[in-house]
């Protein structure tokens, strides 16, 4: 059913998730649940909206960049991730 993999590596075992078993979806998930979970805990934490916005956007721009970096993700959603960090920093400017 699935071709048998050989992993000796993390690197190895996130390429063969992402390529065999999600079809290229592994990272964007991974990246949409972290921004998530940042977003809600921060917001619980501060009750503040842009603040907690602009915050998961930029840790997961981070995270973005190293997964891009390792072939997970594709361009198009680096970009996604690079409007959803600008719109964190306009947010908070806009509300300052």
């Known amino acids: 059913m699935y071709p048998e993999p050989n992993i000796t590596r993390p ?4 390429t063969h998730v992402n390529n065999n078993l999600t079809d ?8 949409a649940g972290i921004w998530l979970v940042a977003m809600l805990s921060m917001l619980s934490k501060s009750g503040d909206l842009p603040k907690s916005y602009a915050a998961s956007s930029f ?3 981070i ?3 190293l997964l891009w970096s390792l072939g ?3 361009p198009p959603v680096l970009m996604v ?4 960090a600008l719109g964190g920093i ?7």
């Open 81 to 84: 991730f690079l409007a959803l």
């Open 59 to 61: 840790i997961s721009l």
């Open 90 to 96: 306009v947010a908070v400017w806009i509300k300052s």
């Open 72 to 74: 997970i993700i594709t």
């Open 11 to 14: 690197y190895e075992l996130l």
């Open 24 to 31: 290229g979806y592994f990272g964007t998930i991974i990246l």
């Open 63 to 65: 995270l973005c960049v």
